[in-house]
């Protein structure tokens, strides 16, 4: 993960706070503050807290709900020693779905960090799914730290106006957000990713890629459920081990020599019962790392499907465009090579006249000056987006590749200490007993 | 839970009756050793073992040399006086009749003993011989605690008596128990222990002994029921108070045993399920393969451990605790010998109290019933004494035995999971040196 801890710093440029918050807000159509046009501003953001609010939801019923604390402050300032008040503002994760949005829309050739899980999954019985239970809060938590600060370290994310605004203000943010107007291209594209369509020409390095991302989201989810049930199963074996410890120290009330050995045998024993908690606690960590790939997944899907769906959309204008010029033909020629009710009707009702055709050709001029014009702006869409998706995706592999690899030696590390732990107790109990 | 299909013995196979010399017959002069026992250097501690008439003994089952040294030092010598017998139980050999297939054990002894003819012997037994000893011990020596036998009958139709492990664990049970009782101070004495370790024909010995029987019958055979008993001396009120609570804690224990296994049977289950995932991811990566292979292979390690674990709990673990049951069986009955002998003893001395013209000298019944109560009690304080001891040191065994046995598993597992930490490191360094 980018990020775990609160005091985890990164840093983003966070525009240039030279321009007034009203000359900000009026650069509504421009969301993006160019890169290398203000002076560089580090900020290190963190979302430090989480809290209860009660309020009215959209159908007016009272609810709770929780609110979580993102704090920014200025690294240069941190760096000089100074220690100011951090800009502090509450949030709660709906925003964060609607941020996440928002920019799913404007960069659609960007594999988008997702959020923590909106519901929790892939418990073991231990485990609450409770949305309100405090242990699903802080790691929710943490979880919102990460999303934003793998956005705050995207090259093309982190410039983003709205992303900037969400960070230091609190009220008025979503009126931004709306007046972007993505929300009309938001259902477009639910549209589109959701439209069954077949591609002619499919890029092969997107298909590969769209199989690969359906690969990842099927083998971590797999990996996630059989993990909780490691979990359950190992929670059992520790936990019988405590009953050891009652009986081991009844006995020891029956016996003499035996006695001592057996009770101290027996507090072992509860140890060893009692250590599963913070074992597992400290594996739902790893989950967490594994749970956000698996919803990376999801989104590199996305870009896919969005690639598809242009693809399509220009492949759709050309032939189009490819009809229009057969049927000014047609009518220039007379001649008709396909069939066609015009041509049907022609025979039945006889001639257009030469006024009629000549209207029809001029529509038709216009539609194919247009379609030509369509043609053009979809290729340049399609090449732009491949040439952008393309550079995202690898910087997107190597994240992967390196962020996994650290999970596993994480999670390697955190086996070695449990069998650590385990030898420790076991070889405790064994001196007990060959005391008895 | 056991891994795969249970292993069988070697069996003699399929012969006709005239063909087979039956393993307990005298005619079997492989087993049982000659007079000229004078050149024979096998000793305890060598390798290669040999019979006295230089016949090599077949060492290939569980019968080594090494582990026989290690059964032969099992119990500790409490007394501190110089051991003079040994015996064990090894090398279980299965035997195929068209009547019945039964297995039979070797039983070694080795002694310095004069009530023995001979320094060392080796005989073939099967469960029924030793099942017989035990009852005519009892017989024999009622005021003695004796040494429990493995269960006769297997409850569970699940378990094939002829698997190895159900055998092996029943050999060491069966070893158990003639250890215990050669380390009986009396009870090693027993004429029929002797004839049990030495005889060639066993069952001649036993068909004479079932005549002899009738005769004896009534003095040895102490009345049991019908009288009831005034009171019982403290020291073994208590033992019996301890011996209920024990029970109590022993059955406890067991049932605990039982479910951790269950669990970690289950645990098993789903780590066998948890490895493959990440082999199956590793096929879709790149550089991530050999990464989640190394995993994949941990789970794998770790996995086989574990079933070690269950598996060594399960034949060893278990079998010892139940032993004890058993054990504690016996005592309990042998308690409440006791009490009729004291009760009979009571109910005569009140009787005579009522014949006034025996007043003036205790009648002998009476005084015998009174000498059977003194020896009772003291053959069974030193048999408690003795048998809390061996509680004690077989207890200190199964519980270190069961911690070594955990440890053993977190240090496999250990190895596994440090062996691959350089494998995902190095990849990660190697890529940070090219950044």
């Known amino acids: ?436 | 839970m056991s891994a795969g299909t249970p292993k069988s013995l070697p069996s003699s196979g399929q012969k006709s009756i005239q063909d087979i010399s039956h393993p307990l017959s005298a005619e079997d002069s492989v087993l049982t050793p000659s007079p000229d026992i004078g050149n024979t250097t096998s000793s305890i501690g060598e390798k290669d073992l040999s019979l006295p008439n230089g016949t090599p003994v077949d060492t290939s089952s569980p019968g080594s040399s090494s582990s026989l040294l290690n059964r032969l030092q099992l119990d500790d010598d409490l007394d501190g006086e110089t051991r003079d017998l040994f015996v064990t139980v090894d090398d279980p050999k299965k035997h195929v009749s068209t009547m019945e297939t039964y297995i039979t054990y070797r039983v070694s002894t080795k002694t310095t003993r004069t009530e023995f003819d001979l320094p060392e012997y080796s005989a073939r037994r099967r469960y029924q011989d030793f099942d017989w000893l035990r009852n005519k011990l009892e017989e024999s020596q009622p005021t003695h605690l004796i040494p429990p036998l493995p269960e006769k009958f297997v409850m569970k139709g699940v378990v094939d008596r002829f698997s190895e492990e159900f055998v092996e664990t029943r050999r060491k049970a069966l070893d158990k128990f003639l250890k215990r009782v050669a380390d009986h101070p009396v009870l090693s004495f027993n004429e029929h222990f002797n004839v049990f370790l030495s005889a060639k024909d066993l069952n001649a010995y036993k068909r004479q002994g079932l005549a002899l029987l009738t005769k004896m019958g009534e003095s040895v055979k102490y009345v049991t029921g019908g009288y009831k008993l005034r009171g019982r001396p403290v020291e073994f009120a208590a033992m019996g108070e301890y011996l209920d609570v024990f029970t109590q804690k022993l059955g406890t224990i067991d049932r605990i045993a039982q479910r951790i296994i269950k669990e970690q049977s289950e645990y098993l289950v789903e780590l066998r399920e948890y490895g493959p995932v990440y082999s199956g991811w590793a096929s879709s990566e790149g550089e991530l393969q050999e990464p989640l292979e190394g995993v994949s292979g941990c789970v794998a390690n770790c996995s086989s451990a574990l079933e070690e674990l269950t598996e060594d709990m399960s034949e060893d673990f278990l079998p010892v605790l139940r032993e004890y049951v058993l054990y504690i069986e016996s005592m309990k009955s042998v308690l409440k010998k006791r009490d009729q002998v004291q009760a009979e003893y009571e109910a005569k001395l009140e009787a005579t109290a009522f014949r006034k013209e025996e007043r003036t000298a205790v009648p002998t019944d009476v005084e015998k019933c009174q000498d059977r109560v003194e020896c009772f009690n003291a053959d069974l304080k030193a048999d408690w004494d003795r048998w809390q001891n061996n509680k004690r040191q077989d207890f200190r065994q199964l519980l270190t035995g069961m911690a070594d046995k955990n440890t053993q598993y977190y240090e496999k597992c250990l190895a596994a999971w440090e062996s691959i930490i350089p494998l995902l490191q190095e990849k990660q360094d190697a890529k940070t040196d090219t950044n």
């Not at chain 1, 709205?162 to 477009?188: C, I, M, P, R």
């Not at chain 1, 690969?212 to 083998?219: A, F, G, N």
């Not at chain 1, 009518?331 to 006249?353: C, P, W, Y």
């Not at chain 1, 491949?386 to 590390?413: C, G, H």
Request: glycine share 4%; hydrophobic share 35%.
């Open chain 1, 1 to 436: 993960m980018a990020g775990t801890a609160s005091e985890e710093i990164t840093t983003v440029d966070s525009g240039d706070t030279d321009l007034t918050a009203a000359e900000l807000e009026s650069n509504e159509t421009n969301t993006m503050v160019e890169e290398g046009t203000n002076p560089l501003r580090k900020m290190e953001i963190s979302v430090a807290e989480a809290d209860k609010r009660m309020g009215k939801n959209s159908v007016n019923i009272q609810e709770t709900y929780t609110v979580y604390l993102i704090e920014t402050r200025p690294i240069d300032a941190v760096a000089e020693g100074q220690n100011p008040a951090p800009d502090a503002l509450w949030r709660r994760y709906s925003e964060f779905e609607l941020l996440r949005n928002y920019l799913l829309v404007t960069y659609p050739f960007v594999v988008v960090p997702p959020l923590p899980e909106k519901r929790a999954e892939f418990v073991w019985h231990k485990l609450s799914a409770d949305n309100m239970d405090p242990d699903f809060v802080e790691r929710r938590r943490v979880g919102l730290e990460n999303f934003l600060l793998r956005v705050a370290s995207h090259s093309i994310l982190s410039n983003d106006k709205v992303f900037y605004h969400f960070l230091k203000e609190e009220n008025g943010w979503k009126e931004v957000v709306f007046e972007t107007g993505f929300q009309a291209k938001a259902d477009s594209r639910l549209k589109g990713l959701n439209a069954a369509f077949r591609v002619k020409t499919p890029d092969k390095r997107f298909t590969e890629l769209k199989l690969y991302s359906d690969e990842l989201q099927s083998v971590s989810s797999q990996l996630l459920r059989v993990r909780a049930r490691v979990a359950d199963r190992l929670y059992g074996v520790y936990k019988v081990h405590g009953n050891y410890g009652r009986v081991f120290s009844e006995w020891s009330a029956i016996e003499r020599e035996m006695g001592d050995g057996l009770q101290s045998a027996g507090h072992h024993m509860d140890a060893y019962a009692s250590s599963i908690d913070d074992i597992l606690e400290e594996e739902e960590h790893y989950a967490d790392q594994l749970k956000e790939y698996l919803f990376y997944a999801e989104a590199l899907r996305a870009v896919c499907r969005k690639h598809e769906l242009l693809q399509y959309e220009l492949e759709t204008a050309t032939l189009d465009l490819a009809f229009k010029k057969q049927q000014r033909e047609e009518l220039a020629t007379g001649t008709v090579r396909t069939f066609s009710f015009k041509g049907m009707t022609t025979k039945l009702f006889g001639q257009e006249t030469q006024e009629q055709r000549e209207v029809k050709l001029q529509v038709l001029e216009e539609q194919i000056v247009e379609g030509e014009e369509l043609v053009k702006d979809k290729t340049v869409e399609c090449e732009e987006f491949v040439k952008n998706a393309w550079v995202d995706m690898e910087r997107f592999k190597e994240q992967k590749d390196r962020d996994l690899k650290e999970a596993l030696i994480n999670y390697a590390i955190m086996q070695i200490s449990v069998c650590k732990k385990g030898i420790q107790v076991w070889a405790n109990a064994k001196e007990c007993f060959s005391k008895m």
